[in-house]
Nanobody, 125 residues
Framework: VQLQASGGGLVQPGGSLRLTCEGSGRSFAMYNMAWYRQGPGKVREFVAAITSNGVFSNYKDSLKGRFTISRDNAKNALYLQIHTLVPEDTGVYHC???????????????????WGKGTLVTVSS
C-alpha cells in the first residue's frame, strides 16, 4: 500500500483543517489506519487510529474532541478533521497502515507496515 497525505497548510489558531491520506492498491480496505504527527523538535506521536471497516476508532487522550478520524474505502481515502487548532498542533502529519489492532497501534506507535509521506500543518497568526 502506498500512502500520500495532503491538506496541510498555514492556519490561524482556532481554525479548522481536514487532512486526507490517499492510498493506492486494492488492499487499502484491509488495513487499520492511523495518523501520527511530529512537531518541530519533538518526537513523533500517535494521533488517532481507525479500524479497516471504519467502525471503531481511538485517539490520543489529550486530543479527543478536537480530532476526528474517518475513512472512505470506496475512495481509498483516510481523513483527519481537526477543529480549534492551536499552535501546538503544528507539525508534519503522517498516515500509516497496519494489520495490528488499533489498540496496539496506539500503544506501540512504531513498526507499522506502511507509512505515507507527510503533510505540514502550521498553526500561527
Amino acid at each position: 500500500v502506498q500512502l500520500q497525505a495532503s491538506g496541510g497548510g498555514l492556519v490561524q489558531p482556532g481554525g479548522s483543517l481536514r487532512l486526507t491520506c490517499e492510498g493506492s492498491g486494492r488492499s487499502f480496505a484491509m488495513y487499520n489506519m492511523a495518523w501520527y504527527r511530529q512537531g518541530p523538535g519533538k518526537v513523533r506521536e500517535f494521533v488517532a487510529a481507525i479500524t479497516s471497516n471504519g467502525v471503531f476508532s481511538n485517539y490520543k487522550d489529550s486530543l479527543k474532541g478536537r480530532f476526528t478520524i474517518s475513512r472512505d474505502n470506496a475512495k481509498n481515502a483516510l481523513y483527519l478533521q481537526i477543529h480549534t487548532l492551536v499552535p501546538e498542533d503544528t507539525g508534519v502529519y503522517h498516515c500509516a497502515a497496519d494489520r495490528r489492532t488499533i489498540e496496539v497501534i496506539k500503544r506501540t506507535g512504531d513498526g507499522l507496515d506502511y507509512w505515507g509521506k507527510g503533510t505540514l500543518v502550521t498553526v500561527s497568526s
